[in-house]
């Protein structure tokens, strides 16, 4: 690829196995030393950074409409000893709608994240949280229409997308800073959406097609890097 020194399918082979599996830079530059592609953990770092946008927006892109149902949960992000707050949205599907960390878990954090989702995927018929306060003035003064349940237990579909982030984090040793966990994760949930189907819903040949057609889309957005 141009401005690289390497062809686009070396790039995105990289970005894919460093997004798919629990792996460092250096596990993906291992990875492509023994397929006989000889790069820094610096370069593979690059194009995690620079490449990992690109699939999730188009990932985004041409994704289905979502599901009117869904799903609004917050946990705790340490970044550099301050508590920070990962939004997460996902739908009655379990697929990934957006992430958002903000330094706060007010109306105030509630409304922006809100604000951001609408923006991007309209209204839901139902929004389900957790027992937060902070989302009762938003919801119904941005939403009123739609229908709000605020109940631990019936939340426990988003409980899934935040192991991945959890098993990133010691990984990385942490993240750095809010800017640097907003960019990573972002792209990390669009793309955990597409190959990570919920196997256990799915029979063995459904799951190879899912498969297939996720690495076929990759290959397509593979074609649409540019340097």
């Not at 690109?54 to 301050?82: S, T, Y």
């Not at 991007?120 to 027992?131: A, H, L, Q, W």
């Not at 939340?155 to 750095?176: C, D, Q, S, V, W």
């Amino acid at each position: 690829m141009k401005g690289y020194g390497f062809p686009r399918e070396v790039v995105a082979y990289a970005v894919w196995a460093y997004h798919r599996f629990a792996l460092s830079t250096v596990d993906v530059e291992d990875l492509l030393a023994v397929r006989g592609v000889v790069v820094s953990r610096g370069t593979v770092r690059e194009w995690v950074n620079r490449f990992g946008r690109h699939f999730a927006d188009c990932i985004k892109r041409d994704r289905p409409a979502a599901a009117d149902k869904w799903h609004l949960d917050e946990v705790v992000v340490p970044i550099n000893g301050a508590k920070m707050w990962l939004w997460r949205a996902v739908d009655g599907n379990g697929d990934a709608l957006d992430i958002l960390v903000q330094p706060r878990r007010n109306a105030k954090a509630a409304r922006r994240f809100l604000r951001q989702l609408f923006a991007r995927f309209g209204r839901p018929r139902v929004i389900i949280t957790d027992k937060l306060r902070s989302y009762i003035k938003p919801i119904r003064q941005l939403v009123p229409e739609a229908g709000h349940r605020a109940h631990k237990g019936i939340n426990n579909r988003i409980a899934g997308p935040h192991r991945p982030t959890r098993k990133r984090e010691k990984l990385m040793g942490l993240f750095k800073s809010p800017w640097q966990a907003q960019r990573f994760l972002a792209a990390h949930d669009q793309i955990n959406t597409v190959f990570r189907p919920r196997r256990y819903q799915l029979s063995t040949i459904s799951y190879r097609h899912a498969r297939a057609d996720a690495f076929g889309l990759w290959k397509d957005y593979a074609a649409e890097m540019t340097a």
